[in-house]
T-cell receptor, first 114, second 113 residues
Framework: GESVGLHLPTLSVQEGDNSIINCAYS??????FIWYKQESGKGPQFIID?????DKRQGQRVTVLLNKTVKHLSLQIAATQPGDSAVYFC?????????????FGQGTTLQVKP | NAGVTQTPKFQVLKTGQSMTLQCAQD?????MSWYRQDPGMGLRLIHY???????DQGEVPNGYNVSRSTTEDFPLRLLSAAPSQTSVYFC????????????FGPGTRLLVL
């Protein structure tokens, strides 16, 4: 079946370093991908998204890269800060956009060391 | 805008009891969804709605009912609570086709004894 998975459950980085969180997806028909950040006790918060007709999209300190050939998605966080510590989820939409449905991965915990 | 709001924040139920988790959004979003999140896992879709009067099942619908009588509200009903329904429940909403970004509420923590 379809699945969205993350390569590592926990990523530990030094404050100020760049972070890269990876995600693999299995459905080549997926046309929309999104990254969420979830802090403890809170709901997921939108970070950045990308459509399948793009390879790269940049936001403030974040960049999402999409490699459709190997069905791989990554989130890059520049100059990681303690406030970036959270669980990060990738999600995909392998269905028609008319459903509004997303499939979520299990999440990667990002720990930022001061 | 308040965004997506959920009530209650926390609830304890006994096995067999019923309850309704409330979700409301003030962004005029067409799409609304309910997810559950269990420890160490991602979010799993329970039910979703693409507009008032239209609902459909997600990945894990058993034991839950939904209705969508208005654009703003999307309540989730547990008919007869079971310990397996202990989880954190999130409601989300989005504009619709071409604008799939979902915005989440703060969640409801449910404990079923």
């Amino acid at each position: 079946g379809e699945s969205v998975g993350l390569h590592l459950p926990t990523l530990s980085v030094q404050e100020g370093d760049n972070s890269i969180i990876n995600c693999a997806y299995s459905n080549s028909a997926s046309d929309y991908f999104i990254w969420y950040k979830q802090e403890s006790g809170k709901g997921p918060q939108f970070i950045i998204d990308i459509r399948s007709n793009m390879d790269k999209r940049q936001g403030q300190r974040v960049t999402v890269l999409l490699n459709k050939t190997v069905k791989h998605l990554s989130l890059q966080i520049a100059a990681t800060q303690p406030g970036d510590s959270a669980v990060y989820f990738c999600a995909e939409n392998p269905y028609s956009s008319n459903t509004g449905k997303l499939i979520f991965g299990q999440g990667t915990t990002l720990q930022v060391k001061p | 805008n308040a965004g997506v709001t959920q009530t209650p924040k926390f609830q304890v139920l006994k096995t067999g009891q019923s309850m309704t988790l409330q979700c409301a959004q003030d962004m005029n979003h067409e799409y609304m969804s309910w997810y559950r999140q269990d420890p160490g896992m991602g979010l799993r879709l329970i039910h979703y709605s693409v507009g008032a009067g239209i609902t459909d099942q997600g990945e894990v619908p058993n034991g839950y009912n939904v209705s969508r009588s208005t654009t703003e509200d999307f309540p989730l009903r547990l008919l007869s609570a079971a310990p397996s329904q202990t989880s954190v429940y999130f409601c989300a909403s989005s504009y619709g086709p071409g604008r799939e970004t979902q915005y989440f509420g703060p969640g409801t923590r449910l404990l079923v004894l």
